[in-house]
């Protein structure tokens, strides 16, 4: 079963116009929630996240150019409707903790030991 941030995504209706739209919409949501599962906390803060991490976003999400803007985050997460994306994330986010058992590490100690 895939439980990716990609799948999420898919369950969702995209409200941007396609003639204005220059990114994807899983763009915008899969940067904004590493953003904020990173203390991220504004609009502003979540570009500049997604641009001092832009290599690792490119190896993820296929045909990113660029980081959305602060102005295209905002604009787009005011455009969903916020009760239905609450739902999806929240089952999203039960699906992810009955599919990975135990502790995850997301802070790299796994990685590099904890005394480091």
Known sequence: MKIGIIDLCKQIEDPSMNRKKVHKMETSIYISIAAVICEVQSWNEIEEFGNSKIA?????IPG????????????????IKSDYFELIFRNWVKRVCLEVKGVVAIDGKLMRGPSQ
């Not at 690792?56 to 993820?60: D, H, M």
């Not at 990113?64 to 455009?79: A, C, G, K, Q, V």
């Open 56 to 60: 690792f976003f490119k190896s993820r």
């Open 64 to 79: 990113l150019e660029f980081i959305p803007s602060h102005d295209t985050f905002n604009r787009f997460f005011s455009m």
